[in-house]
Nanobody
């Protein structure tokens, strides 16, 4: 069973930065989608950012320009660099992985849909105070 393990969470002041990491116990997929999701108090889980094996990245509007997702290659850890943190960024952050789909003769782009990801970490808490 492949495991994803997140780290790097913590308690910071608004305006500060954190870097989250997600390590896999083994290489998951050659063609992959990997993502960061978060779930704040009283909220549903939402996607934050995702990246594909061809390094295409997409960000939720709420974090665009402040967060950067990266992954050097299939075996490398997944990162989320978070800057200019806001109190509303307080949440449990999860990394997730899934195979990039091949449909109708073409590789599909990644999305933020939960159903696209079949391997999940247990999360790392980020708390931002004012």
């Amino acid at each position: 069973q492949v495991e994803l393990v997140e780290s790097g969470g913590g308690s910071v002041q608004a305006g500060e930065s954190l870097r989250l990491s997600c390590a896999a116990s083994e290489e998951l997929y050659r063609e992959y989608c990997m993502a960061w999701f978060r779930q704040g108090p009283g909220n549903e889980r939402e996607w934050v950012a995702f990246i594909s094996d061809v390094h295409t990245t997409t960000y939720a509007d709420s974090v665009k320009g402040r967060f950067t997702i990266s992954k050097a290659n299939a075996a490398a850890p997944l990162y989320l660099e978070m800057s200019l943190l806001k109190t509303e960024d307080t949440a449990m952050y999860y990394c997730a992985a899934g195979p990039r789909r091949f449909r109708n003769g073409a590789w599909q782009t990644c999305t933020g849909a939960n159903s696209e990801y079949d391997t999940w970490g247990r999360g790392t808490q980020v708390t931002v105070s004012s």
